[in-house]
């Protein structure tokens, strides 16, 4: 059985009376432990389609079930991280981290495992830190440890590190695959970023215009850590790029 | 070390004393325009600064000046106590539950422009001639602007926080205590440092007509009995500067770590 397995998602939203399809009858399934990223123009449709995947939103049409049983809101099995982050400003570091756990006395204390993720992410010595004394790549580790201290099975990335420098992205990019190589999740990455895809991902998935259908999808067969420069790496990264119209 | 931190500090004094400075003149200007104008006319009526300081010299030394003050801030004191307690829960309420906002907003929006000092023959019919009338006013006056703020505070509060707590499962407790009520706190904070200072507006307007204590009654008794318009001035310049302090105290919770996300950036 696949972990998430969208079936036929429509969704549309109204504009000056008008109905305006968005998602126009989406269907995929991603299995345990894959990384499957979603790229697609600008405006597509994408985030749509991810919110409705998390639960945040309901479709119009079709369904999602995660685990066979069918989504109808968010919850601690599949966290999103979000281009424009949610790390709450008005708690520190390690509250932050601390805010989805539970009190489990089996588990010891919540401040060292949160202590445990900062670290992992590369945030000790910040613990205590408040969210406005950080930078933007470090605001992104945090919103990082927060969802993993939560032990999540999916993790919903929706442009997650597009708000970051080039260099940050990809040093992001490579703390992600260091993490994930750790603890096996299963990803779904929605970028306009055919590299970073091309970089992490097992599995493309193309979407086209708005309202968008799924319009190819590409297997990303190479080990990791792969060298994003090799001929076989740019060759798919080329065709991908085609797909979208975009010659390179 | 310990040096040049003293170093450091006088050199914050002395550009805090820098940018003081044409305040300070303007203010000096006014006094000795004042001061030019009373001299130039030989009134026998308008004191001159020196008068008023004189005055308040003497409300000082035979004490009344602080039983005046201590009543005008045990009055508003309590009102607006009432005010933050009632205007909080209430406008919280409003801000998360639509029913609750659309029922009472607009006898809420209605109730706001009507200036407390309309209210003062109602409050004289109900509560009588005494303590309890300026407290009612001060209750009002402060009330309404702190419910509406703390309304705008939750509406304002941004989705991605409230996806964000309702994807990692919290309780409904949680999500009050660890992410409203903190989204909302700096515009708790804007709506108490504008109902204080309609409050204490209106203490000493409430105070010039239904008293015998206070700021209020100060002024109006200062002139009723021998125009003794040196206390008025007096007890303008006090009110004026109460006021400055009491904003200056309200805006030391700006300060509070817990809101300081609000004030950076």
Redesign the interface.
Same mark, same amino acid.
């Given at each position: 059985m696949s972990k998430i397995a969208v079936d036929n998602v429509r969704k549309g939203f109204e504009r000056n009376g008008k109905a305006m399809p968005v998602v126009d009858g989406v269907s995929f399934s991603v299995a345990d432990g894959e990384f499957v990223a979603i790229v697609g123009p600008s405006g597509c449709g994408k985030s749509t389609l991810m919110n409705i995947i998390a639960g945040l939103d309901r479709p119009d049409a079709g369904s999602v079930r995660v685990d066979g049983v069918e989504v109808t809101r968010p919850s601690p099995k599949g966290i999103v991280i979000s281009q424009h982050g949610s790390v709450f400003p008005w708690l520190t570091v390690q509250e932050n981290l601390m805010f989805g756990l539970h009190d489990n006395p089996g588990m010891g204390s919540k401040e060292a495992l949160a202590d445990h993720y900062a670290a992992m992410v590369g945030l000790k010595g910040f613990e205590q830190s408040y969210p406005h004394e950080l930078s933007g790549g470090m605001l992104k580790r945090v919103e990082l440890a927060r969802a993993l201290v939560v032990k999540p099975e999916i993790l919903f990335m929706d442009e997650p590190f597009s708000a970051l420098d080039a260099l940050m992205n990809l040093r992001m990019r490579n703390e992600l695959l260091r993490i994930l190589a750790e603890e096996r999740h299963t990803v779904l990455l929605i970028t306009h970023d055919v590299e970073e895809a091309v970089h992490m991902a097992d599995r493309i998935m193309v979407l086209g215009p708005r309202p968008t259908t799924t319009q190819a999808t590409f297997d990303v067969p190479f080990p990791h850590p792969r060298r994003l420069s090799s001929p076989e790496v740019q060759a798919l990264r080329e065709e991908i790029l085609r797909e979208l119209g975009v010659e390179a | 070390m310990a040096q040049a931190r003293v170093h450091g500090v006088a050199r914050l004094d002395l550009k805090r004393l820098r940018e003081a400075l044409p305040a300070v003149a303007v203010i000096a200007a006014l006094i000795a325009t004042w001061w030019l104008v009373v001299v130039k006319t030989e009134s026998a009526i308008f004191p001159t600064p020196l008068a008023v300081l004189a005055g308040a010299r003497e409300l000082v030394e035979d004490g009344t000046l602080w039983d005046h003050i201590g009543a005008s801030l045990m009055r508003v004191g309590i009102g607006f106590a009432m005010a933050v307690v009632i205007a909080v829960p209430l406008g919280l309420w409003m801000g998360w539950v639509r029913g609750a906002y659309i029922t009472l907003n607009p006898l809420f929006q209605m109730l706001r422009p009507v200036s407390p000092i309309a209210w003062i023959p109602l409050a004289i019919l109900w509560f009588g001639v005494g303590d309890v009338s300026p407290v009612f006013l001060i209750f009002l006056s402060s009330v309404f602007p702190m419910i509406v703020q703390t309304i705008s505070g939750v509406h304002t509060i941004e989705r991605?926080?409230l /996806? *964000? *707590? *309702?994807?990692?499962? #919290?309780s409904r407790y949680t999500l009050f205590r660890? #992410?409203v009520i903190? *989204?909302v706190?700096p515009q708790v904070i804007v709506g108490m440092r504008i109902g204080l200072g309609v409050a204490w507006l209106v203490v000493v307007a409430a105070e010039m007509i239904a008293l015998r204590s206070g700021l209020g009654y100060l002024i109006i008794d200062s002139r009723n009995a021998g125009n003794r318009y040196d206390l008025v001035i007096a007890g303008m310049i006090i009110i004026g500067v109460i006021g400055l302090m009491l904003d200056g105290a309200m805006r030391l919770l700006e300060r509070l770590?817990? #809101?300081? /996300?609000?004030y #950076?950036?």
């Open positions: - | 991605r926080y /996806w *964000a *707590a *309702a994807n990692f499962g #919290v660890r #992410v903190p *989204a706190l770590k817990s #809101v300081r /996300w609000r #950076v950036r």
